[in-house]
């Protein structure tokens, strides 16, 4: 049975055969579910907690 992965940036689940795989000049693999995920991640250094969309964000209480 094939794994799903996580995807690095928003947390959604990523089925079999599909997303990007990304691996850095270090060896770290970084799985992504969309393109939007990962140029979020690696071309504009987004945080995941400050987006609504993902699994990461962190609402803030007053």
Known sequence: MPKTRTCS??????PHG????YV??????????SNKCKRSNLDFKRDPKKLKYT?????KIF
């Open 9 to 14: 940036f928003c947390g959604k689940e990523i």
């Open 18 to 21: 599909q997303g990007l795989l």
């Open 24 to 33: 850095q000049r270090t060896g770290n693999v970084l799985h992504f579910c």
């Open 55 to 59: 699994t990461k964000y962190e609402k």
